[in-house]
């Protein structure tokens, strides 16, 4: 159903004004004070910095940003972006979006974001730990990270050894911090980080679709039927979020018939094995000229019109604009990128019947489990190492004395599957989903309760009420 109330939204994207335009939308379905408005929506702190590096015989200027969006809530969260296209606008959109997103799944954080100017493939190895450590060393001089302040994460060109590398330089200039691995999350394994954190973005978007599959009444209006058993499914970005978000739909049940890179797309009706692409993409450079592909697109934007009922964009911002959302054939839209469609794009679609399962709900897999890694962090214990072999024991107890009384006998794969206590993986996957369940349908419930016409503007309606609240709580909203 059209929503009466959308706002007329900017040809031109300007990716933070479109966040704050959501939260005007939003703001109609409340009743906050305009100046609470206004603060909730501002950007606090805006650190902008260049620092040189050496190239060999000569010296290159770096340009990064540190933007902490929201401090009602200690620390503040948010990835550190990798790219050549990163500019001041979309750090502060990003670092909005994690407040938000916070909020909606409720992880007590406020919303950060860093990006450093660079094309991470245009340095050596050597040249990136020096501008990772470099910037590190910048944000501690500013009091912009500790696990208390602002706790990083990955985001696009960026992983688990560059925050290897920033928790290294943390340590060193904080000796004797008893706390400072949990100054950053997303970390390996070996530098206490956290079973699952990895594919937790791509696991938590194919939850976000398999509960938004699963409403029969919203199926039905789309001509669909729930459930996610053989729906067809693109996807666009074959990168860590788009990789684990086609491995786990498949594992539910759909078929994934398009994938979209920078390179071209493919598209066949039959699906596509994902480690197939994946492995033909490493050995050749692209995904083109795979040769289960019915279709090659060199065009990668020509990929994501193809005929499918579930499109996930998962690459970068602004990818679906109303140049091209009339020929999106998907009836749904599941965000796996921060702010992959325009607000003109998404308004258009909405009001044509379709459904946007909105990114700061969508993709808020990543910083879930960053909270549990964060929790384990300063805690200084890893999930289930207390408990788990003592429920393994009480749980081979009970199966002893249902054998006893009953004089049944179970095989020992029985007995293994029942007498099992949950690892730190199952635990934090665990979490994961009941996380993206309750928040799916929490916004759901808002979308019907207040007509909002749409499940991001719904998602916004709740983040804001809760983070009003918060400002309130502290006293510094009368």
């Not at 669909?224 to 053989?230: A, M, N, W």
């Not at 009480?394 to 249902?402: F, R």
Request: aromatic letters at 8%.
């Amino acid at each position: 159903m059209a929503n009466n109330n959308q706002i007329a939204f900017s040809e031109e994207p300007h990716f933070y004004d479109d966040v704050c335009q959501y939260v005007d939308q939003a703001a109609k379905y409340t009743n906050h004070d305009k100046g609470l408005l206004n603060q909730i929506k501002a950007c606090n702190s805006v650190y902008r910095f260049q620092f040189p590096i050496r190239r060999g015989n000569s010296f290159e200027i770096i340009h990064a940003w540190r933007v902490e969006h929201s401090h009602h809530m200690s620390p503040t969260k948010g990835g550190i972006r990798y790219s050549e296209m990163v500019n001041e606008d979309e750090v502060m959109a990003l670092a909005a979006l994690m407040t938000y997103k916070c909020a909606i799944v409720n992880v007590p954080f406020g919303g950060a974001k860093g990006g450093i100017k660079i094309n991470p493939k245009d340095y050596t190895l050597a040249e990136l730990e020096t501008i990772t450590r470099r910037y590190t060393v910048e944000l501690i001089k500013k009091n912009f990270i500790g696990p208390g302040i602002d706790v990083p994460a990955p985001d696009y060109g960026s992983g688990e050894r560059e925050m290897s590398w920033i928790a290294d330089t943390y340590l060193t200039m904080n000796p004797g911090s008893l706390d400072a691995l949990a100054c950053v999350t997303g970390k390996p394994i070996a530098l206490h980080g956290i079973a699952g954190r990895k594919e937790a973005t791509g696991r938590g978007v194919a939850y976000a679709i398999r509960e938004c599959v699963s409403v029969a009444d919203d199926m039905k209006a789309l001509g669909l039927s729930s459930g996610l058993d053989g729906k067809r499914v693109i996807v666009q970005g074959l990168g860590n979020v788009g990789y684990h978000s086609a491995k786990y739909l498949i594992e539910f049940g759909a078929i994934i018939v398009g994938f979209c890179e920078f390179e071209g797309a493919i598209y066949s009706k039959n699906g596509f094995d994902l480690d197939e692409v994946f492995n033909h993409r490493k050995q050749t450079g692209s995904i083109l000229g795979f040769s289960k592909s019915q279709m090659d697109f060199n065009n990668s934007a020509e990929g994501l019109e193809q005929e499918c009922d579930i499109l996930v964009p998962a690459a970068l911002e602004n990818q679906i604009t109303e140049k091209n959302i009339g020929r999106i054939k998907a009836k749904i839209i599941a965000e796996g990128a921060n702010g992959p469609t325009t607000p003109a794009a998404a308004s258009a679609f909405i009001e044509n019947g379709g459904i946007i399962i909105p990114d700061m709900y969508a993709n808020a897999g990543g910083v879930t489990v960053s909270y549990f890694e964060w929790l384990k962090n300063l805690s200084h214990v890893a999930f289930g190492r207390i408990g788990r072999r003592y429920d393994e024991n009480e749980n081979i107890n009970i199966m002893n004395l249902i054998e006893k009384t009953t004089g049944t006998t179970l095989t020992n794969e029985q007995r293994l599957m029942v007498s099992k206590g949950a690892s730190e993986l199952e635990l934090v996957n665990s979490g994961l989903e009941d996380t993206m369940i309750r928040s799916y349908h929490e916004i759901r419930e808002i979308k019907l309760k207040k007509n909002t016409g749409s499940l991001r503007t719904a998602a916004f309606v709740g983040a804001v009420d809760k983070i009003a609240v918060s400002y309130m709580n502290m006293g510094i909203w009368p």
